[in-house]
Every structure is written in C-alpha cells, then in structure tokens.
T-cell receptor, first 118, second 111 residues
Framework: GAGVSQSPSNKVTEKGKDVELRCDPI?????LYWYRQSLGQGLEFLIY????????KSGLPSDRFSAERTGGSVSTLTIQRTQQEDSAVYLCASSLQPRGSTTNEKLFFGSGTQLSVL | LAKTTQPISMDSYEGQEVNITCSHNNIATNDYITWYQQFPSQGPRFIIQ???TKVTNEVASLFIPADRKSSTLSLPRVSLSDTAVYYC????????????FGKGTMLLVSP
C-alpha cells in the first residue's frame, strides 16, 4: 500500500481480555516503531524493530505487552490482560532508514488504533 | 538525552506567519532536527528536517542557529487547516534514537 496501515482503527475490550493490534508498514521499510499516545499527551515509545535484528523492547511498560514482526514486514502488538490504563491510541510507524542513521531518519505513521478498555 | 522544550500552545490568525521555537541544549553532533505535524485522529506527519542554517520546503522553513541549541519552525501565511500539534524531535546521542516525542505545541489558527 501507499502508506502505513493499522487495524483495527478502533477496539473496545473488557478489562482482563487480550488484544492484538496490527501494523502493515510501507513496503521496503526495514525499521518499524510502535508508540502509544494517551489523551492530550505526547507519543510514548514502546518498541523498535530493525530488519532481522533483536527488537528494542525498552519502552514496553510491562510484561503484558509484547510485539512481533513476521518476515520483516507485518507487526503485531499484543496486550494481555488489558487494564483501563492501557486505553490510548497505539501508533505504528515505519522508516526506510535504520534508527540512528547518520542520514535523515523520517518516520511515516499510520492513523493508529484507538483502544478503549472498559 | 537531547530533550526538547517547546511552548505548550500558540494562537494565531489566518494569513499570519507563525514561528515555533524549540530548545535542544544537549543536541549531539550527529543529530538532525525534525518537525512533525499531527491532526486529531491521525498519526504525526513529517514536515521538515534540517541539520544547520536554513531549510525550506513547500510547507515550512526551518531555521537553525550556528550553535544548534534551538530551532524555529516557520509557517508562512497559516490557514485554519494548519491547526494541529507540532512536535520537535532530535536524535539521542548514543547512536540510537528512540525519537522521543514530547507533548508538542498546539497551534490554534482562528479566522
């Protein structure tokens, strides 16, 4: 596709349920990021994938959060046993350049998944 | 960490030039300065990026002084559709970049 695609666009779940959020990055982009944005707040880094390297999970807030990226393309963010404080917009971004490149690093974002935990 | 500081909000009127300044006192030698724009219910969108002096594209200009400890995003002749949150980002100095987004500057353009 032409841009980063995320699904679903909205997800309502009950406390304690597991959810999976999907991200389709731009074709050819090797770097993939997940961010979380709570209402009125900035973006909080969650996890970073680069090619086949081990992901940087330093931003994941708890062990209930995990993510994988299959075949260097599609990524899934999983939240287990959801809590109300997990309610936020989850944004995915991809980049042609690896993180920390000396050349320009430009991220392309999807429209996000609005997660509401009741 | 190359943390950034920018105003929480700014108000303007249609047709005016808007300048949003970002401070980044601890910017590292290899760090670029990047600005993103975010509309409600959308992900951030890249606006402009620079390393030093001045960069201009069809959307905005970016002014960076010689010491690179700040940068100014300039939006010429804003319209109502420029109402958005604007984020200033710089890379971190470890060779890694978590591309930390702060709360940004909420620009409100009125008629």
């Amino acid at each position: 596709g032409a841009g980063v695609s995320q699904s679903p666009s909205n997800k309502v779940t009950e406390k304690g349920k597991d959810v999976e959020l999907r991200c389709d990055p731009i074709s050819g982009h090797t770097a993939l990021y997940w961010y979380r944005q709570s209402l009125g707040q900035g973006l909080e880094f969650l996890i970073y994938f680069q090619g086949n390297s081990a992901p940087d999970k330093s931003g994941l807030p708890s062990d209930r959060f995990s993510a994988e990226r299959t075949g260097g393309s599609v990524s899934t963010l999983t939240i287990q046993r959801t809590q109300q404080e997990d309610s936020a917009v989850y944004l995915c971004a991809s980049s042609l350049q690896p993180r920390g490149s000396t050349t320009n690093e430009k991220l392309f974002f999807g429209s996000g998944t609005q997660l509401s935990v009741l | 960490l190359a943390k950034t500081t920018q105003p929480i909000s700014m108000d303007s009127y249609e047709g005016q030039e808007v300048n949003i300044t970002c401070s980044h006192n601890n910017i590292a030698t290899n760090d670029y300065i990047t600005w993103y724009q975010q509309f409600p219910s959308q992900g951030p969108r890249f606006i402009i990026q620079g390393y030093k002096t001045k960069v201009t594209n069809e959307v905005a200009s970016l002014f960076i002084p010689a010491d690179r400890k700040s940068s100014t995003l300039s939006l010429p002749r804003v319209s109502l559709s420029d109402t958005a949150v604007y984020y200033c980002l710089v890379g971190e100095d470890s060779g890694y970049s978590t591309l930390t987004f702060g709360k940004g500057t909420m620009l409100l353009v009125s008629p």
